[in-house]
């Protein structure tokens, strides 16, 4: 029906059920879809000598201390068949390969962003803690995203200092980066995470009333005790004059009330692989 009322208003030609698209195959299920890159990661694997790797299980130990200063350059390092120089750049173009696989896999965006930053002068330990995200890649080749058909229309939204927002049971945005500001507490950083996940709450809230999906009940917000508390409080005491207006206007939702605020204890709070490297049993 949706392609029969775009063709009466646009010339289009139908090329049947999309199977593959930008490296992104696109699987039917009995209740969806499920967005896989499962070809991409065995093809990175094939062309990096990987594919009989040991498996990893988890991309980044909990423990990775990774500086600028730490370890000794890969040019150091004697390799058969590898000048230092060559070492270097495979390095680097694995880093180039993996940025893509966020797309579908955002369990492994705060690993590929830790190891972007140290680009400019790979060290040996750099490429051990790469090694250990291939590795990883390849005992777990079919994880994807699935685009369920059966999810309730509600909007959700996970709040840390990071967010991630799902329609129903699908996650359709995330993200994570540095705060362009330096809050004086945690609590203020949480709470700027929780202004942030707000705007993309509401924005994901309009777009789909103007795609004229109903929703069914007010956008939830799930985050730690300290934004809840932060967020409930209308008073602008001095502790919080130096936080932007603009970001209490989350308080003024919250009594509408267009939003509604929830606690989420630690061990359930799914944001926590945006922030940090976390141990096997958390991963």
Known sequence: MFHECLTSHFSLKSL????????????????GYVLSQHKYVNDLLDRFDMVDAHLAPSPLSSSAK??????????????????????VTMCKQVLGYVQYLPCTRMHIAFTVNKFSKFMEAPMQLY?????????YLKGTPSLGLLLSSTT??????????DWAGYYGSILISWKFKKQRLVAQSSTKVKYRGVAHATFELFRIRNLLCELHQPILSSPVLLCNLGGINFSANLILHSRVKNLALDYLFVRELIQSPTLVVHHIPTTHQLTYFLTKPLSITRF
């Open 152 to 161: 309730t229309p509600s909007v959700i939204s996970f709040a840390n200092s």
């Open 127 to 135: 490429w051990q803690h790469v090694k250990r995200l291939l590795c």
């Open 16 to 31: 049947g059920l999309v199977g593959y698209f930008l490296d992104i195959e696109v699987l039917p299920t009995s209740n």
């Open 66 to 87: 990774l500086t600028i200063a730490n370890g000794s350059p890969l040019g150091y390092l004697t390799i058969i068949d590898c000048s230092p120089l060559a070492y």
